[in-house]
């Protein structure tokens, strides 16, 4: 009889160590899921936002998820918060960042009525940021995004437990593209002016095991911001 206790006991306590790897890397995925049943989803866009100093209003547009309980259809379920169910924003805006789980965002020129789409793919837009330091110094703009584009652990949803990527675009949402490698998920980033070059840093599962360990490879880029049209360039420091 003791002997089945003690086994017991280290049943649970093996189970209460051992914890959900929700980073791993499945190469094989077939794309994202529709929402559970008990959801219900509307495409829903924020009122536009003005950077300051520029010509161009952003329309920003996400997924606005309501609970299938008619006594909590006025609740934004929003794993994070439910800060924004009030003004049923998809989005948060400070200064020259604007944070949310965005699906999409819309340029409009201020002298213009027509609406332009950053991306005709499924993302989720974390952050995005004009570099208005960049700006400023050579007058070439440019926003900076940390987006997760692929279901890369193939649970079905696009979200933190996926790899992140970090992409650009000009000022007027053109020219959107991805600078991290595929499979690579972004680490940091960092804006060097007098270089005029953002560096960044990304960590890559070389060994294959399907989650990010001290085995794996660190990478390192640069990108010049003086030409619109220049290459991610890999440097190693190491």
Request: charged content about 25%; some cysteine; glycine content about 4%.
């Amino acid at each position: 009889m003791k002997n089945c206790i003690t086994v017991f006991i280290s049943i649970i306590l093996l189970s209460a160590c051992t914890k959900t790897d929700h980073r791993k890397v499945v190469e094989q995925t077939d794309g994202i899921t529709k929402e559970k049943n008990e959801r219900m989803t509307v495409v829903m866009a924020d009122l536009p936002i003005h950077i300051d100093s520029t010509n161009y209003l952003i329309h920003p547009i996400g997924n606005y998820v309501f609970s299938r309980n008619k006594s909590d259809y006025s609740k934004y379920d929003d794993y994070r918060s439910n800060s924004y169910s009030s003004t049923f924003d998809v989005s948060s805006n400070s200064g020259d960042r604007i944070t949310g789980d965005i699906s999409n965002l819309k340029f409009q020129n201020v002298n213009s009525n027509e609406l332009k789409s950053l991306t005709e793919n499924t993302v989720s837009i974390r952050s995005i940021l004009f570099l208005r330091k960049v700006f400023k110094k050579n007058g070439k703009g440019y926003f900076l995004y940390e987006v997760i584009d692929k279901d890369t652990n193939a649970d079905g949803n696009l979200d933190f437990n996926d790899l992140k990527s970090i992409y650009i675009s000009n000022l007027n949402g053109t020219a959107f593209r991805k600078l991290s490698p595929h499979l690579q998920d972004l680490v940091t980033w960092k804006m060097i002016l007098e270089a005029n070059k953002l560096f960044f840093k990304s960590i890559e599962d070389t060994d294959s095991n399907g989650e990010f360990n001290k085995k794996d490879k660190m990478h390192y880029f640069y990108l010049d911001l003086n030409d619109e049209h220049s290459k991610v360039v890999e440097y190693y420091p190491i």
